[in-house]
């Protein structure tokens, strides 16, 4: 075992790969504001009374946010509004800030017109200011109040609001809520809903002995979803997780080793599929060992009472999880016997691949 990951040096490094993508909407919207005319708020250390609100819930962690969608979004001094998403923890997130609005006494007189308006980190037209600029719908780029001229850029975390760029919003499942404020009285308007779109953490099973990713190197083949068979016959090793990736709580277990077996946990990026041991591995790149442990009954999980967590192990070894990023898991286990596949001493769990918010 002392040269197992050494010789996965012959796989090879596969392209990166997309955290699960989702998309969901909503046509509740409503009034702006929420009852009266507006107004009533201290620029920028009190919100104003009455937002208009919208929610989402979600059953899945999410991991990014690519967009959020306002759809017929009208009224007729665009820079009397102020929109922002708050998070399952309670967190406000910016999403545009008061069109044109120079922190005292002027804001863009234009209308949003039945805008449906698509709001990025960037990469699209930044958002309108002026003093009198219609806004339509399109694509634009969060803003954080520096449309205005001079800007009046909200400080960041005033209010319990917050300039996190979208794709460094992440949290728990739960409910998303879309809020906007209007900030002087006398106008109105209204939005018919909203959207919000991203990706999810994940862990899908992957690299099985099954068959069904490539055959075993002596015709071991596993249960279906297994590892390659061993040589006590359990139909092979299955790892699984459980757990929540916020916090991380995760926990890796590797089911049908052999009954004692040494195993070392180990994580890396995807590589091709190839014969490792008596089973089949699918891991290359820098590889980390997480975590060395021994199956009790066939049975090895990681981490334990006192361990890292899988983050704080992975940083530890230099290799920190950023948000977004993808790594494929797989347990290997000692198996000696020597009428069993002659010639290796080890076989592999199937594999996992876990996207990290």
Partial sequence: MRHLVPTLAFLFLAPALHAEQFFVSTNVGGPIPAVGTGGGGAWPT????????????????????????????????????HAALRAPNGVFHNLFVRSGFDGASTWNQGDFVNSSLVLLTNGATPFPGGTNTNIVTGNYTQDFGTSGAPPAPWPNGTAGVVNTPLNGVFGLAGTWTLFVWDWETGNSGSFTGWAISGERPSITPTCFGDGTTLPCPCGNTGLPAHGCNNSSNTGGAILTASGTFTPDTIV????????????????????????????????????QRLYVKSAIGGVASAPGPGDLTIRQRSQALGAPLAHGTFRIYQAYYRDVSSTFCPGATFNVSSGLRIVWP
């Fill in 252 to 287: 890796l277990t590797s089911t049908g080793e052999r009954p004692t077996s040494l195993t070392i946990f180990v994580q890396g990026g995807l590589g091709a599929a190839s014969p490792f041991g008596d089973g089949v591995g699918c891991l290359a790149g820098t590889l």
């Fill in 46 to 81: 009190t919100l104003p009374a009455d937002p208009a609100t919208s929610s989402i819930t979600l059953t899945h962690e999410v991991g990014a946010i690519y967009s959020i969608t306002i759809s017929g979004l009208v009224h007729t001094s665009a820079g009397e509004l």
